[in-house]
């Protein structure tokens, strides 16, 4: 048994205690229900640390519901992938040097959010520990996941390795970006009804990279993007659906992309803007980031002495 899962046996927590946190598996604990089990919350006895609930739910709840993406800012979407991205970079590298998890069933739905929207990745049922002492690891196995997030070459094939993983991200960042869910079919002009992916695919083929990016755009927020940041995230997004596996990004590179995409939206501001949010005469009225960019651009602002603030240098 390697090092990895010799450790990783602390974390165990004896049935006696999971029956006695869940009051013996009772309906009044009971969240719901995955692919392959009931979902229970508990709380667990002072000898264990106590879990985080996620209180917000599932990315796919909010994605879901277009009164709740439109309260999910472009911002938040962001840092919402960037935590779930090194999430995924820690199964893949950050168990030791010779295991890893591939977690074979990513979805937006297995990405749970707390009270702070910080994410969380969820329901392990089908991830696989492999070896990483060897350049290219492949797993032959039966494919399982969940339609329109599962890699074809995976499914076609029944060839694990953690690429599997990056594609199935991929999918779940175009969700966050067009506020389109993967299993729910879209009409495309005059053809017929498409999945997330495949509309993505013709986006790309019919219009190139930068028309289709624009026309993949979530409208509820369209409003609050910066270009720069979409385009940044869209192009490591597309590139993670590459149905060549050696084409497809390493977590690391998605991390740092999704980064500079981040970075990108939060310098829309100058970096006293909130001051002068604070200090503005009469109260500046915005309902983004990008409004109050174009509200600061576009005329002069007083401050509360009345001195006279030139249009930022943004």
Same mark, same amino acid.
């Given at each position: ?35 392959? #089990? ?163 695919? #013709? ?25 720069? #940041? ?68 576009? #005329? ?15």
């Amino acid at each position: 048994m390697s090092t990895s899962r010799v450790n990783l046996e602390k974390y165990r927590i004896p049935l006696a205690e999971i029956i006695q946190a869940t009051k013996h598996f009772s309906s009044e604990t009971l969240v719901g229900d995955g692919g392959f #089990s009931m979902v229970y919350r508990g709380q667990l006895s002072n000898h264990w640390e106590n879990q985080q609930y996620a209180t917000n739910r599932s990315l796919d709840y909010h994605l879901n519901d277009p009164d709740k993406r439109s309260r999910l800012t472009w911002e938040q979407r962001l840092k919402i992938c960037l935590g779930t991205a090194r999430g995924v970079n820690y199964l893949h590298s950050g168990l030791g040097k010779h295991c890893r998890v591939i977690h074979t069933d990513f979805k937006s739905a297995n990405v749970l959010l707390d009270e702070n929207m910080e994410a969380k990745i969820c329901d392990f049922g089908l991830s696989r520990f492999c070896p990483r002492n060897q350049q290219d690891t492949l797993v032959r196995t039966r494919p399982c996941g969940t339609r329109c997030y599962i890699d074809p070459v995976y499914n076609e094939r029944g060839r694990l390795s953690k690429e599997c993983d990056i594609y199935s991200f991929g999918v779940v960042m175009f969700e966050v970006s067009s506020g389109m869910m993967a299993y729910k079919l879209r009409p495309l002009k005059d053809t017929n009804e498409l999945f997330l992916i495949d509309i993505v695919r #013709s986006y790309y083929d019919d219009h190139g990279l930068v028309d289709g990016l624009d026309r993949l755009k979530d409208p509820t927020i369209k409003d609050q993007i910066d270009m720069r #940041s979409f385009h940044k995230f869209n192009e490591i997004a597309h590139e993670c659906i590459n149905m060549d596996r050696k084409k497809r990004p390493t977590m690391d590179k998605i991390i740092k992309a999704i980064e500079e995409a981040l970075d990108f939206q939060e310098r829309l501001l100058p970096q006293d803007y909130q001051e002068i949010i604070a200090r503005a005469v009469p109260p500046l009225d915005f309902g983004s980031k990008k409004q109050l960019y174009f509200c600061l651009s576009d #005329s002069h602002t007083f401050l509360n002495d009345g001195y006279l603030v030139n249009r930022p240098s943004l």
